[in-house]
């Protein structure tokens, strides 16, 4: 059972440049959520996707968008990037319909930009 | 608005003691989940428990207990017999009712275990 994956796992960007970061949930999981973890943070929420759709949004720029695909992967887009947007994004899966709420993580993506 | 509180950033303890993690959390919901997830060096989140607001029977499962009091707003965590593999940096999580969940961390407790 495959679970929650990443790509790519480092990345180092440029300031003013823009980044795709991509996930595909586990097995069975429909919702995607992204989050952003600056060092010796805890994750911040920035958006939740299902059924194509953001639901949910946390307080991010207009910098921070997504993407979600009809097999429920999901791709975060960050434009114009600024050396406040080094952090470790971390891609979190659950079940909508499964009452159960836990959400899975991936390993992350660790950005940095110079 | 949702708020997680870890009063401990870091705590040390010597193999074989006990350690007890502090969560305080607030929110307007009446309905809510509280969770605790562990983040070892490799940086990949582990989930570890869940409770709704409905359930505070307190959880046990292995060396590790949860206590959630609402009357406190408190949900913390204990490590019985802590062992050098607990070693991580450990996060209490708050989310609302629903399927579309904003889930909203504390800052982390990073527990260090001596051998």
């Known amino acids: 059972d495959a679970g929650v994956t990443q790509s790519p796992t480092h990345l180092i960007k440029t300031r003013g440049q823009q980044v795709t970061l991509r996930c595909s949930p586990k097995?069975?999981?429909?919702?995607v959520s992204w989050y952003q973890q600056a060092l010796g943070q805890g994750p911040q929420f920035i958006f939740q996707y299902y059924e194509e759709e953001e639901r949910q949004r946390g307080n991010f720029p207009d910098r921070f968008s997504g993407h979600q695909f009809p097999n429920y992967s999901s791709e975060l887009n960050v434009n114009a990037l600024l050396l406040g947007d080094s952090a470790l994004y971390l891609c979190?899966?659950?079940?909508?319909?499964?009452?159960?709420?836990?959400?899975?993580f991936g390993p992350g993506t660790r950005l940095t930009v110079t | 608005a949702q708020k997680v509180t870890q009063a401990q950033t870091e705590i040390s303890v010597v193999e074989k003691e006990d350690v007890t993690l502090d969560c305080v959390y607030e929110t307007r919901d009446t309905t809510y989940y509280l969770f605790w997830y562990k983040q070892p060096p490799s940086g990949e989140l582990v989930f570890l428990i869940r409770r709704n607001s409905f359930d505070e029977q307190n959880e046990i499962s292995g060396r590790y207990s949860w206590n959630f009091q609402k009357s406190t707003s408190s949900f913390n965590f204990t490590i019985t017999a802590s062992q050098v593999v607990d070693s991580a940096v450990y996060f209490c999580a708050l989310g609302g009712p629903g399927g579309y969940q904003k889930v909203t961390f504390g800052i982390g407790t990073k527990l260090q275990v001596i051998p």
């Open positions: 097995s069975g999981h429909d919702t």
């Open positions: 979190a899966s659950s079940l909508v319909g499964g009452g159960g709420y836990e959400q899975y």
